[in-house]
């Protein structure tokens, strides 16, 4: 019985890897004008990635956790 299903999984694994195209054929396969809605998608999303990378890394400066006050000499 496992050696059945396990050939059924097999089988059902073959059949979606020869039928289902790659992220790179779908985007060949589109149209002009799909395109570029996806270029300029993709460009908005790193841009974000990018402005939310220079916040995060803004923020994890261990001299801003240090209160104003901590560096004034008396």
Partial sequence: MTLL?????GMG?????ATVP??????AA???DLRRKVD???AA????EHTM???INAQ???DAEKPIWANRQN
């Fill in 5 to 9: 299903g396990g050939g059924l999984m």
């Fill in 13 to 17: 694994y073959l059949l979606m890897r």
């Fill in 22 to 27: 790659s992220p790179e054929q779908t985007y």
């Fill in 30 to 32: 589109m149209a002009p």
């Fill in 40 to 42: 300029a998608n993709r």
């Fill in 45 to 48: 999303r790193l841009s974000q």
């Fill in 53 to 55: 990378k220079r916040q």
């Fill in 60 to 62: 994890s400066d261990p």
